[in-house]
């Protein structure tokens, strides 16, 4: 098992090399990147970005160079979009400040080696180190990845069991037709509807609108600040359960009718034990092999893919809003920084999840697995 998960580890690398290069490119490639957006900003509003050129710039208003918007030297042939009319000099210190003076490979080589230093750069626009910022909003996302899939698998495995023992009755058949149905409505759908539903006040108002936690949350004893998280939460957990909804129960079913149709558990049968034990003493184990050795993907599927909408739906202050906001304003420290995190947390999530197999069934052995 050491050397399979030594290879596993080393794979990680070139794995996640791939990731980051894909990504950068396209990203990169793609128009409205932090010049535009300081340029637009500049010829839109004029103020945050001319002062923080200015500050950037040094002693450039002391060299009696203007920083207002200048109207006249042209750059009428420039690569970015809405520059024209703007000093040249004042694109030059755009692309200085945020690292576009240099050619892409550098500046991906540049990165990737702050990467190895742990050093991911810091915010363009909100004055933090992205370290921070990740810290800061973590804990939130992880909040909701963990309970979404706690409560997942609470309703699913119970559920798909219960298919399984009735397969073809019309139990079955009726929640199959309301599985189906939920999963045909998108998880940020279905959010929206219980906001308008349970938070807008027509016709109920028993949930909050948005955020983690009210106003006097730090006024509030131990077990009201619980509570007050819980009632927070409820919606946006919900609205996230719906996702992964179908496709587990359906896991549980289809991996609990396959044993159940072996021989041991004809055996067992024959022998006069009692349905419950054949199916909880002997079905259960090797059934659910497959199901719980599923977690670690589920929560980063969970994490990766319900995040984003539901917090920024629910006004979450979690890692997919912040990801969604550096997103539009090209705040590549934050987007690299991010994905370089969840492209990490996958890669080892999938680790763990070969690593439960052995753990569960011991007779399972990867060492001599091709990877």
Not at 184 to 203: D, N, S, Y
Not at 249 to 254: F, G
Request: net charge neutral; with cysteine.
């Amino acid at each position: 098992m050491t050397a399979y998960i030594v290879r596993r580890l080393l794979l990680m690398i070139p794995t996640l090399l791939a990731i980051m290069v894909l990504n950068f490119i396209f990203i990169q490639l793609a128009p409205g990147g932090p010049v535009e957006q300081a340029i637009a900003n500049l010829t839109g509003e004029g103020v945050d970005i001319t002062d923080r050129i200015t500050r950037s710039g040094g002693d450039d208003a002391g060299s009696g160079q203007s920083t207002q918007t200048p109207t006249a030297t042209g750059a009428t042939n420039s690569k970015y979009r809405g520059s024209q009319g703007l000093d040249p000099d004042l694109i030059k210190r755009l692309e200085e400040q945020y690292g576009f003076d240099k050619p892409m490979h550098e500046r991906f080589f540049s990165m990737m080696k702050n990467y190895l230093k742990l050093d991911f750069g810091e915010s363009f626009f909100k004055g933090q180190t992205v370290v921070e910022l990740v810290k800061e909003k973590m804990p939130v996302s992880i909040s909701l990845g963990i309970w979404t899939t706690i409560l997942t698998y609470l309703i699913c495995i119970p559920l798909g069991i219960a298919k399984a023992v009735r397969d073809g009755t019309r139990f079955d058949i009726w929640t199959s037709v309301a599985i189906t149905l939920g999963t045909a409505i998108p998880g940020f759908l279905f959010a929206v509807f219980l906001l308008i539903v349970f938070a807008g006040g027509q016709p109920f108002t028993w949930f909050p609108l948005s955020g983690l936690t009210s106003t006097n949350f730090e006024s509030l004893s131990w077990f009201g600040k619980i509570a007050d998280y819980a009632w927070h939460m409820a919606l946006p957990i919900i609205a996230m359960t719906i996702g992964g909804f179908a496709t587990l129960t359906m896991l549980t079913k289809n991996s609990f009718i396959d044993q159940i149709g072996l021989q041991y558990v004809q055996t067992a049968r024959a022998k006069g034990l009692p349905e419950k034990r054949v199916m909880y003493g002997h079905v259960f184990r090797n059934a659910m092999l497959i199901v719980i050795a599923a977690f670690p993907a589920t929560f980063v599927s969970v994490l990766f893919t319900g995040s984003v909408l539901i917090e920024t739906i629910f006004n979450l202050d979690g890692l997919g809003l912040l990801g969604f906001q550096a997103m539009f304003a090209r705040d590549y420290p934050v987007v690299f920084g991010t994905l370089f995190f969840f492209s990490v947390l996958g890669l080892i999530m999938g680790l763990i999840g070969d690593l439960m197999y052995t753990i569960i069934d011991p007779r399972i052995d990867f060492e001599g697995r091709a990877i």
